[in-house]
């Protein structure tokens, strides 16, 4: 398994500020994710954070918006910019340990937005 | 559009009863992952199934595995406030390390 350690737990933000949010692994990963998880909904993904090139971002979701960094096999950053209402939601990021472990979570991300 | 389906949203039930929910795909899938969230926690992995018609047990779950590797479920006997929490399939459509995550079904136990 993996320890993953997400930051900040939760924060309560102004329209249109930028906040990022950290992922930091114990241990160096291929894979990792971040999903938004609104209220009372599933989790989407939202990219893929690739060491040393651009996220792979899913339908619905651009890097102008969410723009991600991954400059070590364990660590990442997720940017939510210019934020608004409706960015309020949970922020997860996860990992893949390969060899057919599954993904393994961080404790998440509480946004709110004013 | 959401590519797994998964019922019943909610699920209310008397502390001591059973409760199953049901995960369904259109296509074929390599596995299926069933996790649970807390509320206020986050997503906790619980099992993996991959083979057809696969069932393993976990104290009082059970995950069950279609034939066509299309659906699966997963039973809880003589619920507990423990098993309180949503609980979410999840399984690689799109790629082999990307999940989609079903609807997830939410259930409250009534003491």
């Known amino acids: 398994s993996a320890v993953i350690s997400q930051k900040p737990s939760r924060d309560i933000c102004q329209r249109g500020t930028s906040l990022t949010i950290q992922c930091q692994v114990d241990s160096q990963v291929t894979m990792m994710f971040w999903y938004r998880q609104q209220p009372g909904q599933s989790l989407t993904l939202i990219a893929t954070a690739n060491q040393g090139s651009e996220a792979t971002y899913e339908s619905g979701f651009v890097i102008d918006k969410f723009p991600i960094s991954r400059p070590n096999l364990t660590f990442s950053t997720l940017t939510v910019s210019n934020m608004s209402p409706e960015d309020s939601s949970i922020y997860l990021c996860?990992?893949?340990?390969?060899?057919?472990?599954?993904?393994?979570f961080g404790d998440g991300t509480r946004l709110s937005i004013l | 559009g959401q590519q797994v389906m998964q019922i019943p949203q909610y699920q209310h039930v008397q502390e001591g009863e059973d409760f199953t929910t049901y995960c369904n795909s259109s296509?074929?899938?390599?596995?299926i992952q069933w996790y649970k969230q807390r509320p206020g926690g986050h997503p906790v992995f619980l099992i993996q199934?991959?083979?057809?018609?696969e069932v393993k047990k976990q104290k009082r779950l059970t995950f069950q595995f279609g034939e066509a590797k299309k659906n699966s479920s997963l039973h809880i006997t003589a619920t507990q406030t423990t098993d309180v929490g949503t609980y979410f399939c999840a399984a690689p459509i799109f790629g082999n390390e990307k999940l989609t995550f079903g609807t997830g079904t939410r259930l409250t136990i009534i003491p």
């Open positions: 296509t074929t899938l390599s596995n």
């Open positions: 996860s990992v893949d340990l390969g060899g057919n472990q599954p993904q393994h």
């Open positions: 199934l991959v083979k057809s018609g």
